[in-house]
């Protein structure tokens, strides 16, 4: 979640700091242009003020000109700008250099024919750094008895101001960069403030649904309505532990308190079987039917002791383990005249050796149950990835999509198959008993006839220790 709430927070910040920064970097720009127009209109404004006193234009220079001229020769040989005073025709009265005239077009003869209105220069067009070549064109008029009688034309080189403009803006960048890694910094415990708890929640919902009932969520951070959620949700998971504690202990309760009647329906059975003539079809049922029910208890008995223990897990070879189950059970499947192969070599994982293998004798059993005499029942250890599993595959008759879907469920048994001996919890207990170390089981077709069982447990510690 982090991953799509971090860009959308560093778009939006991104997003403001430009917005603010383009116009701080052209209001940056026009302060500074300016400033440098203001200094030229004072410039203009003093030149304007000597030109005032020329005497007008004759064949000689007086003194007055003269003085005006040096004042513009020190000028541009100081600051080197250009700059005139110029007549309405354009005829320069003094000039520096000497032979710059007004431009024909451009920037400088539209600022002199502002001038020859009246109007000084105050808003040239803004030069920007990447203008190279750009001029800054300020003039004033020269005005005698109310009539401009010429024009102060300045035509400045831009280099100082578009150094400073930049300069001005690698600030700016600057302070944005630096406000944009405070940003990253912000949004990085922002997210994880609002996040960490709903990763906490994550992960203790995760537990619960694999079956560590005990999980709960510390509410001790993040925003308050995530708190609140947490709260509440360390209450629904204490009310539906209690359902299912009280669901387990009635299940063990019951199953445990009906086997002394059972046990001594089943002794008046056998005494009243004595009294009967041999060979009695009625009391051979009877009695399949109280062991059926007997079985069926204590598999009840089994499955609610292992969904209530908690699993012991240890590194352990499940190599070496599987191997010891095939051992046991070969004897029943050579009187079955079923081969039951192991493969695999040492293969380790994390998991409860006893629960493993009561899981494993319970699919195991299942295989032989449904397996013909002459088939094969091969149980295959491998290491895939961050697990291992262990795969069992029998040569029966298999079953259909509609059953994959149902097998492992209490008490479900296929209709094809309700003449085999069991009560149909034996699966179901071995889900139980994975699910608690982290463990699962999954039901697959085998080519080209039977059951694939893949029972699969982490290789990693719990919690990742």
Do not use: C
């Not at 991953?3 to 209001?27: D, K, Y």
């Not at 960048?173 to 990253?184: D, K, R, S, T």
């Amino acid at each position: 979640m982090r991953t799509r709430l971090l860009p959308l927070l560093l778009v939006l910040m991104a997003g403001v700091l430009l917005a603010l920064g383009f116009p701080l970097a052209a209001s940056l720009a026009a302060t500074q242009q300016q400033t440098v127009v203001v200094d030229r209109i004072d410039d203009t404004a003093r030149f304007a003020a000597l030109a005032q006193f020329v005497t007008e234009r004759g064949p000689g220079i007086d003194e007055r000109q003269s003085t005006l001229h040096g004042e513009l020769v020190r000028y541009h040989g100081v600051y080197g700008i250009e700059a005139g005073v110029f007549y309405r025709d354009t005829t320069a009265m003094a000039r520096a250099p000497k032979d710059w005239d007004v431009p024909r077009s451009g920037e400088p003869r539209r600022a002199f024919r502002e001038a020859l209105l009246g109007r000084r220069s105050h808003d040239p067009p803004q030069v920007w750094p990447w203008q190279r070549n750009a001029r800054l064109a300020v003039a004033s008029p020269v005005v005698r008895d109310g009539d401009v009688v010429a024009v102060v034309l300045t035509d400045s080189p831009t280099g100082q101001l578009r150094s400073r403009i930049l300069h001005g803006w690698l600030l700016i960048a600057a302070g944005e960069v630096a406000a944009m890694l405070v940003a990253v910094g912000a949004a990085f415990r922002l997210t994880g403030w609002v996040l960490k708890p709903v990763k906490v929640l994550d992960a203790a919902t995760h537990d619960i649904a694999t079956g560590r009932m005990n999980s709960r969520v510390a509410a001790a951070g993040g925003p308050p309505e995530l708190r609140r959620l947490a709260r509440s949700f360390n209450e629904m998971a204490d009310n539906v532990e209690e359902v299912l504690e009280q669901q387990r202990a009635f299940v063990a309760d019951a199953s445990h308190q009906l086997r002394n009647p059972l046990a001594a329906l089943l002794l008046r059975i056998e005494l009243l079987a004595l009294e009967l003539p041999p060979g009695n079809d009625e009391i051979a049922s009877v009695r399949t039917e109280g062991k059926r029910l007997a079985q069926v208890l204590d598999d009840l008995l089994d499955l609610a002791l292992a969904e209530h223990a908690s699993a012991d897990l240890r590194l352990t070879d499940i190599g070496e383990l599987a191997g010891e189950r095939v051992a046991a059970w070969r004897p029943l499947a050579d009187e079955k005249g079923v081969r039951l192969t192991g493969r695999g070599s040492a293969v380790t994982a994390w998991a409860d050796p006893v629960a493993l293998s009561s899981a494993l004798d319970a699919v195991i059993d299942n295989a032989l149950k449904f397996t013909p005499a002459g088939e094969e029942v091969t149980v295959t250890v491998a290491a895939d990835g961050d697990t291992s599993t262990i795969v069992v595959t029998d040569g029966g008759p298999g079953l259909t999509d509609e059953e994959l879907v149902r097998i492992g469920d209490r008490f479900w048994r296929s209709n094809r198959h309700q003449n085999v001996k069991g009560s149909g919890l034996g699966l179901s207990i071995s889900r139980a008993l994975l699910t608690a170390g982290g463990g699962s089981i999954t039901y697959s077709h085998h080519e080209p006839h039977g059951l694939r069982v893949t029972v699969t447990v982490p290789r990693s510690a719990p919690d990742g220790g």
